[in-house]
T-cell receptor
């Protein structure tokens, strides 16, 4: 089955800095890679996703890159703000058939004002 | 905006007791999931449910676990005889269609087994 590794487990940055979270996956058939943000005490929510037919996707201050050859994908947050502080989860899946997203361990991002 | 709701938010139980965790998925969604997260560890897949039956389950989902959708709205996870290692946050999620990809999560039910 799919295995997703996520690094780092904790990331501490100063407000305004950039943050990068990296994930690797094992199943070359995976074609959909969502990122979820979980604020303290709240539910995980999708913030951005990327499909295997593109290499990069951007939405305001967040961007995701995908390298299919190396089987890794990354979340980039620029100009971080305190409200970006949360746990971020990456996932990998194969859409269609039995759709079972496999999640990474999560990264706790702390943005210091 | 429709949300997935879970109850209880926190349950404390004695080892060996039965526990039922409840979820109300978003009403027009077709796919339902239970995941769990032991403190500090990965979010782990337990089971998926589609068309009123289990579509996939992980090796964690042994005979002690069961799911059902008794009334077309609630989606429940039952643990028959809880063990200490069942202590975790249990997340329910639903998805509207197979190719959309986005899971909508509930806020989780924290289970503590003493």
């Amino acid at each position: 089955g799919e295995n997703v590794e996520q690094h780092p487990s904790t990331l501490s940055v100063q407000e305004g800095d950039s943050a990068v979270i990296k994930c690797t996956y094992s199943d070359s058939a995976s074609n959909y890679f969502p990122w979820y943000k979980q604020e303290l005490g709240k539910r995980p929510q999708l913030i951005i996703d990327i499909r295997s037919n593109v290499g990069e996707k951007k939405d305001q201050r967040i961007a995701v890159t995908l390298n299919k050859t190396a089987k890794h994908f990354s979340l980039h947050i620029t100009e971080t703000q305190p409200e970006d502080s949360a746990v971020y989860f990456c996932a990998a899946s194969i859409t269609g058939g039995s759709y079972i997203p496999t999640f990474g361990r999560g990264t706790s991002l702390i943005v210091h004002p | 905006e429709p949300e997935v709701t879970q109850t209880p938010s926190h349950q404390v139980t004695q080892m060996g007791q039965e526990v039922i965790l409840r979820c109300v998925p978003i009403s027009n969604h077709l796919y339902f999931y239970w995941y769990r997260q032991i403190l500090g560890q990965k979010v782990e897949f337990l089971v998926s449910f589609y068309n009123n039956e289990i579509s996939e389950k992980s090796e964690i989902f042994d005979d002690q676990f069961s799911v059902e959708r008794p009334d077309g709205s609630n989606f429940t996870l039952k643990i028959r005889s809880t063990k200490l290692e069942d202590s975790a946050m249990y997340f329910c999620a639903s998805m509207s269609g197979q190719n959309t990809g986005e899971l909508f999560f509930g806020e989780g039910s924290r289970l503590t087994v003493l």
